[in-house]
């Protein structure tokens, strides 16, 4: 897909960025665990933190396809930077700017879309995974108030965020009808949170348990309808899915760019790398399915700046960008010989990272049930 | 009836070695792998079993049992920590076999006799990768060369009381024995993706000494003899991703079945069906592969080519079914509360520190275009 000027200019402004700020913390970050909240002031500042979202409420007033590139172009040098740009972006700013009422924006949506708050999304929970609507989570309506008690897992950015939109279920009985989506400010009483999780990878992001105890959420916290949670969080998903196939993409090209330059500045048997036949074959693989992969997660970009349907195109792109990107990050270790699973070189760490792409905000599985759908029209 | 016969010397060591995981192993697998560490009591019992000196001939004071019986030690470890398993697999294939097959009297009288009692040995792999464009300087004085390399990657580094050292020179390699603390060499750290226990290290040669009775094999039998060494290792690197497999089916299994989604355990559900058929599949062409190998070698026949595919064959079954049983898992194998994500990093490390899968294909070919 040939991009605009637009597009492109974008895209070397992020890379200068990218490449001059957060690439020399990726490998710290790695090792240290500890969230980059100098890279989120510093994203803030370059008006990444919102790049869709109109400038009235504070984001950059781009298209999706500026987001799908500036979420690439952090994830090709760091994948924890990454995922904390796209969970911001897509799940915590997206559901008020899609379901919020303007006081509720004027409140929330804005400072998250400027970068002064950090957003995320409560949605997952330890017995609701890739059943999302098995939600466990209770709200009941108490005068002016949700009394919200339940417990969520594997929530981005959950223990640092200043303001998260969290699904509770006010009618278990209801299934998915019965589910309502509320915003919750860091610090109300009721809501702690347990442990934050030691993960494969994206060691830089903070992955955290939500705990809500008889937890009161004012009612005007609540985002649409009551009823609305379902609806509210198939359409974050859906966009979501977009932001995962661009991060699942970048990091690809991160493990791509890192075997290419493996290639090219050490030698085997006395030749140089890249001249060996099968370190070719091996590159031209990687480079084609990660260009196919772009091509996807662009047009489902590009299909939703439009305004058309891109559902299926949306999931095909995280599929296949996560699928072919984890297949990518274990090529450009075996590029590295022995030395690619050492502390020499940091390509072991994007396989690391990669392998949430294939898990995240729908596993591949769901991923592959979406577009059966789509493809079988039933 | 199967292929193979297991006897009952080899029967007992699998009962032997895995009641030993499961009572002392087993608890203890997570916190080796958080402090990168295997526990020195652990280490002893491994040698009081007679698991460091398993291949070692009983004139040396070794167990002196077959390949076959070190491929059940080595998978029954793995299952429950493979960087225990690599640490016997080094052990036994790099450091015990060179030792008998190319050591002098003296040296096996004395080094053999000391892996029997307790002592670990260490195994610097040769890459034919280089990074750093400096090439290994040797100076001779007298008959003594003296050494300046750095070798980035150690197996049971940090464990051993000895080193075997392959030297390259004009004249072809030579593998050199070196004790623990000579002269001018120094050990550094290195963090590697898995295996974070089996005291991987780097080590530095400054005008290290290389004394000429302590030379295992040079000139130009000094390059068949390597081939050899990693043609047995082949097995022993075989039988570590094998059980890893295993544990990785294991728990996906098990996983499978208690893990509720949709109101039924998600083992219920075609995809994940799927996926536990392709990782059941992965281990047992994996284990006729390696059982093949190594009664091979026991009966003294030509082993190589099926030492090579078994390792091809379960290096990469391993790393994919790691990655499979974290995808079963979901976000809990994303997760460092569950074993599986260990297991993924365990398996990419065994088949790179044997032969990137590539270069093996390769040498494959070339064995039947020869």
């Known amino acids: ?378 | 009836m199967s292929l193979f016969t297991i006897n009952s010397a080899q029967k007992l060591i699998r009962s032997e070695v895995s009641k030993f995981t499961s009572t002392e192993v087993e608890t203890v697998a997570s916190d080796i792998e958080r402090d990168c560490r295997i526990p020195s009591d652990i280490l002893q019992k491994i040698s009081q079993m007679g698991l460091f000196g398993l291949t070692i001939p009983e004139d040396y004071e070794g167990s002196g049992l077959d390949v076959t019986s070190l491929c059940i030690a080595l998978e029954e470890l793995a299952k429950s920590c493979a960087s225990l398993a690599m640490t016997v697999a080094v052990n036994n294939c790099l450091v015990n076999y060179p030792l008998i097959r190319y050591g002098s009297a003296e040296i096996k009288e004395e080094y053999l006799k000391k892996i029997a009692n307790g002592s670990i040995g260490a195994y610097a792999p040769l890459s034919d990768i280089d990074v750093s464009g400096k090439e290994c300087v040797l100076e001779a004085v007298g008959d003594i060369k003296y050494i300046s390399n750095r070798y980035h990657v150690v197996l049971n580094g940090t464990f051993a009381d000895f080193f075997i050292i392959p030297v390259k020179s004009d004249q072809g390699i030579s593998l050199f024995l070196i004790n623990k603390g000579a002269q001018g060499m120094n050990p550094y750290g290195v963090a590697t993706m898995g295996l974070r226990s089996a005291g991987i290290t780097g080590l530095e040669f400054k005008h290290g000494e290389l004394k000429p009775d302590m030379c295992l094999v040079s000139g130009e039998s000094g390059q068949q003899a390597i081939q050899s060494v990693l043609d047995y290792a082949h097995i022993g690197f075989s039988a570590v991703a094998l059980g890893l497999m295993q544990a990785s089916l294991e728990a996906s299994v098990k996983y499978a079945k208690e893990r509720k989604q949709f109101g039924r355990p998600i083992a219920e559900f075609p995809m994940v069906q799927e996926m536990l058929a392709e990782m059941k599949i992965e281990v047992e062409k994996s284990r006729l592969l390696l059982y093949e190998a190594a009664n091979r070698f026991d009966a003294d026949e030509e082993y190589r080519m099926i030492a090579r595919i078994a390792c091809l064959t379960s290096c990469e079954g391993a790393v994919k079914i790691g990655l499979k049983a974290i995808q079963i898992h979901g976000g809990y194998g994303y997760i460092k509360d569950y074993p599986v994500e260990r297991y993924f990093r365990d398996a990419k490390s065994v088949q790179l520190l044997g032969k990137a899968p590539t270069d093996m294909r390769l040498q494959i070919a070339k064995e039947m275009l020869l």
């Not at chain 1, 008006?47 to 409420?57: C, K």
């Open chain 1, 1 to 378: 897909m040939i991009l605009e000027e637009r597009h492109r200019n974008f895209r070397a402004k992020v890379r200068e960025f990218a490449e001059g700020e957060v690439a020399a913390r990726a490998s710290e970050l790695d090792r240290s665990g500890e969230f980059p909240w100098d890279l989120v002031k510093r994203m803030a500042e370059l008006q990444l933190t919102a790049v869709y979202v109109p400038q009235e409420y504070g984001g950059a007033g781009l298209d999706m396809l500026h987001y799908a590139i500036a979420v690439e172009e952090i994830g090709r040098v760091c994948g924890s930077t990454g995922i904390f740009l796209a969970a911001h972006s897509s799940l915590g700013v997206f559901p008020i700017y899609y379901a919020g009422n303007e006081e509720q924006k004027k409140k929330w949506l804005i400072p998250l879309a400027k970068g002064e708050k950090i957003g995320s999304f409560g949605l997952t929970e330890p017995d609701a995974g890739s059943d999302a609507a098995a939600t466990k989570t209770t709200a009941k309506r108490e005068g002016d108030n949700y009394v919200v008690s339940g417990a969520k897992r594997f929530i981005t950015s959950g223990s640092v965020a200043d303001v998260l939109i969290i699904t509770a279920t006010q009618d278990p009985s209801k299934g998915y009808h019965g589910i309502s989506a509320f915003v919750v400010e860091k610090g109300t009483r009721g809501f702690s949170y347990g442990k934050d999780e030691e993960k494969l990878g994206l060691h830089g992001s903070i992955t955290s348990e939500l705990i809500f105890e008889d937890c009161l959420i004012p009612k005007g916290n609540l985002l649409g309808k009551e009823g609305d949670g379902f609806r509210i969080f198939m359409e974050t998903l859906d966009g979501g899915r977009i932001s995962i196939g661009a991060l699942a993409l970048g990091i690809a090209q991160g493990a791509l760019d890192a075997a290419v330059e493996f290639a090219k500045t050490s030698k085997k048997s006395g030749k140089p790398m890249y001249k060996w036949q099968s370190t070719q074959s091996m590159i031209a693989e990687m480079a084609t399915d990660i260009e196919a992969a772009r091509l996807l997660v662009y047009q489902a970009a590009a299909l939703k700046d439009e305004g058309k349907p891109y559902v299926k195109e949306a999931a095909m792109a995280k599929y296949y960008a996560s699928t072919v990107g984890t297949k990518a990050a274990n090529m450009a270790i075996d590029i590295h010989g022995m030395l690619g699973i050492t502390d020499m070189y940091p390509v072991e760490r994007f396989i690391r990272d990669e392998k949430l792409m294939e898990i995240g905000e729908g596993t591949s599985e769901i991923q592959k049930i979406v577009i059966a759908r789509q493809v079988l029209g039933k």
